[in-house]
């Protein structure tokens, strides 16, 4: 399938759900008077989507390269700010393994789709 837009990017379509799943984690009660906690981690998923989409603007591979480092650094970041709504009991355990196993499914395709642009950009070179 060719890409022609950020939203044909399946590493952004998982960022995007991500996203949804942390909005609606953080209007539990406990979560959403933590405006700090619910900040930090509602920015984190919202850079996933949103760097993905940046870099897809980019000039060059390398600089879309590093935009998807960004958006997958910010998947890694929604996964510690969950140990801290865990264990402030925001959420539950059930939540908490959701939300956390779809932000390492984002991440590994996010490196995924890395690794495909640079063996692009290699074979490209040969």
């Known amino acids: 399938m060719k890409i022609e837009r950020f ?18 984690l ?4 406990g979560f959403a ?3 700090g906690l619910k900040r930090q981690i509602q920015d984190a998923a919202g850079s996933s ?3 993905i989409s940046e ?10 390269v590093r935009f998807l480092r960004y958006a997958k650094r910010s ?6 700010e969950l140990y801290v709504a865990l264990d402030q009991q925001y959420i539950t355990n059930i939540e908490f393994q959701d939300v ?3 932000a390492g499914r984002t991440r590994a395709a996010i490196r995924g ?10 074979q490209k070179e040969s």
């Not at 998947?75 to 510690?80: A, F, K, L, M, P």
């Not at 789709?113 to 290699?122: C, H, S």
Request: hydrophobic share 30%; charged share 30%.
């Open 75 to 80: 998947c890694t970041e929604v996964q510690s």
């Open 113 to 122: 789709f890395i690794k495909y642009l640079q063996a692009y950009k290699q």
């Open 49 to 51: 989507m949103h760097n």
């Open 100 to 102: 956390y196993d779809h």
């Open 33 to 35: 008077r933590d405006f």
């Open 7 to 24: 939203e044909d990017i399946e590493a952004w379509q998982l960022a995007r759900e991500l996203t949804r799943k942390v909005y609606s």
């Open 55 to 64: 870099g897809f603007d980019s000039e060059t591979n390398p600089e879309f």
């Open 26 to 29: 953080t209007k539990n009660a």
